[in-house]
């Protein structure tokens, strides 16, 4: 596939774009920064400035458009019209935690001690999620990790959850960088969760 992919610097954005290239798509990685994206064969760098029809222009003619940006820092009311105004009906998104639900109903934002710092960054998460499930005519789909999302290893061995916090022995799991990008790309690779939020964990 051609796949645009936003962020594809950070820290879950890397290790998208190592997983798209190992399996053999072609990816244009748009970022503000594109002498930081490592160069490889199947890769081009895209630079961009926040502007939309800029933006729109570099999402414009590939398969699947996959966004891996904070949410602060692309603001939601911005790239989901964005990506309509693209043309491209694919598009994945990095979540966050944030929205997923605890055994309580009370969502992780909202739970006793999560940063303060963080908050911003996790509401504009909900907001995100609240406009794709406003946009039927996208084929989207809303990747949660759990509250522990760290470098570690590609193990291919994690579970699936939808709006519900994955839980082990009564706490929040975690998931690896690698094992996230992994079902990322199965997920655009194999389609099975179009027009819903699912999430990941050990």
Same mark, same amino acid.
């Given at each position: 596939?051609? *796949? ?14 190592? %997983? ?13 920064? #594109?002498?930081? /994206? =490592?160069?490889?064969?199947? *890769? &081009? ?18 398969? @699947? ?11 939601? $009311?911005?790239?989901?019209? /964005? ?8 598009? *994945? ?22 940063? $303060?710092?963080?908050? #911003? ?14 946009? =039927? %005519? ?6 949660? =990790? ?6 570690? %290893?590609? &193990?291919?061995?994690? +579970?699936?959850? @939808? ?9 929040? &799991?975690?998931?690896?960088?690698? $094992? ?11 389609? +099975?969760? /179009? +027009?819903? +939020? ?5």
């Amino acid at each position: 596939m051609k *796949v645009a992919l936003i962020g594809a610097t950070g820290k879950a954005g890397s290790r998208v774009l190592d %997983e798209l290239v190992s399996r053999g798509h072609q990816v244009t990685a748009i970022v503000r920064n #594109p002498e930081r /994206v =490592p160069q490889s064969a199947g *890769v &081009t760098a895209r630079g961009v400035d926040g502007s939309q029809a800029v933006l729109a222009a570099a999402i414009r003619g590939h398969d @699947a458009v996959v966004s891996s940006a904070r949410f602060v820092d692309l603001d939601p $009311d911005i790239l989901v019209p /964005v990506v309509k105004a693209s043309g491209v009906k694919r598009y *994945v998104v990095v979540g966050g935690a944030g929205s997923l639900l605890h055994p309580d109903g009370v969502q992780e934002v909202d739970q006793p001690g999560f940063p $303060d710092v963080a908050k #911003p960054n996790s509401r504009r998460g909900t907001d995100l999620l609240n406009l794709l499930k406003a946009s =039927p %005519e996208l084929e989207w789909t809303f990747i949660s =990790p759990p509250r522990g999302f760290v470098a570690g %290893e590609r &193990t291919g061995k994690f +579970r699936f959850g @939808a709006d519900h916090m994955l839980m082990v022995d009564g706490k929040p &799991t975690a998931i690896s960088f690698e $094992d996230f990008a992994l079902a990322l790309v199965d997920e655009l690779e194999k389609p +099975r969760h /179009v +027009r819903q +939020r699912f999430t990941i964990g050990y």
